[in-house]
């Protein structure tokens, strides 16, 4: 099982210096991957729990971000160069970009970079966002009841730019003539592509299948949820006539990790549940469970609030140095 860090630069108060010694152990303890998340706003009805829809429109996260309105978090796209160089084997990533806030040809062209910066390791994960708020700052309100045909344009939009020597396209929110948009990426014939799927496995199959994607993505995932999007998946595969196998793909889940020092209840509440918040003993168990229902990559995901990242460091040397091998046994 890979492990995958994802970095809290998501919260009411954050410093660069954390997140570098973070990023700094996920690489001393060979972590596969580091990633940032993608936030542009948090609305300030969210403070009264009144945005439009709950957290990515999964009725048990409610209508209120774990973040305040006033909270300092830092944005995850510029933190991809930045851990380029304070790197030199972790994989680096942004799960997920949220495709309507950007330009597909600019991301492109700017993603290309991040790989010469990060010597061939950056991943690539795309979704549709979620939120009319974070859609209206980020000036494409227009594009949120088209943001899905979004992700598709940006996806031919990339893999074009990326794997052609000049490039056009015309569609609904890119058209342009032959252009040429600078270096390709070191990866080929380009970066790993994950798609992140909330609650859609037809789409997500979909778009694993059209675009020969590397993996998915999903968020606070049981092991019964992971086999459940797994058969899924596989089946929606298997309709759209491909030869394309779940068992090729990387599987992962953002999952919040804490280690305590009692048992904690475990009792199923949806995404709310304490998958990875327990006795070492229970997160030992969960993650052979996982295993068994073929998640290949967990992303520890350290909770918005409540505990500090000293904490967090001395989790992940724990997971590494005595849970792991437990698993890597099975």
Not at 82 to 98: C, E, F, N, P, Y
Not at 105 to 121: F, K, N, Q, Y
Not at 196 to 215: C, F, H, M, T
Request: hydrophobic share 40%; aromatic share 8%; charged share 25%.
């Amino acid at each position: 099982m890979k492990l995958a860090l994802y970095l809290p630069n998501f919260r009411d108060k954050v410093t660069v210096r954390e997140l570098e010694d973070l990023t700094a152990l996920a690489e001393d303890l060979d972590f596969d991957s580091v990633w940032t998340l993608d936030r542009i706003i948090v609305p300030e009805a969210s403070d009264r729990g009144e945005m439009q829809y709950p957290f990515g429109m999964l009725d048990e996260m409610g209508k209120q971000l774990p973040v305040s309105s006033r909270g300092e978090f830092l944005q995850g796209m510029p933190l991809l160069p930045w851990l380029a160089a304070k790197t030199s084997k972790v994989r680096i990533g942004m799960s997920i970009i949220d495709t309507p806030y950007r330009s597909p040809g600019v991301l492109a062209a700017e993603l290309a970079t991040i790989d010469h910066l990060s010597g061939g390791r950056l991943n690539v994960a795309v979704g549709s966002g979620w939120m009319p708020e974070e859609f209206a700052a980020a000036s494409a309100a227009h594009i949120f009841p088209k943001r899905h045909k979004h992700v598709r344009e940006t996806l031919e939009i990339m893999q074009g730019i990326w794997t052609n020597e000049v490039f056009e396209y015309h569609g609904e929110f890119a058209d342009f003539e032959p252009a040429g948009f600078g270096a390709k990426p070191v990866q080929k014939p380009h970066p790993p592509i994950f798609f992140s799927g909330l609650k859609d496995p037809k789409r997500s199959a979909s778009r694993i299948a059209k675009y020969n994607l590397s993996g998915w993505i999903g968020i606070q995932d049981s092991p019964e949820d992971i086999q459940r999007w797994r058969t899924e998946i596989q089946r929606e595969l298997d309709e759209l006539d491909t030869q394309r196998s779940v068992d090729d793909l990387e599987i992962s889940s953002m999952i919040w990790f804490v280690i305590t020092d009692q048992d904690m209840d475990q009792t199923p509440r949806g995404k709310g549940t304490n998958l990875l918040v327990g006795s070492a003993a229970q997160i030992t168990d969960q993650l052979k469970r996982y295993k068994e229902a073929g998640l290949t990559m967990p992303f520890l995901w350290p909770p918005f609030q409540d505990v500090p990242v000293a904490k967090t460091l001395d989790d992940l040397k724990r997971l590494k140095e005595e849970i792991l091998p437990k698993i890597d046994a099975m």
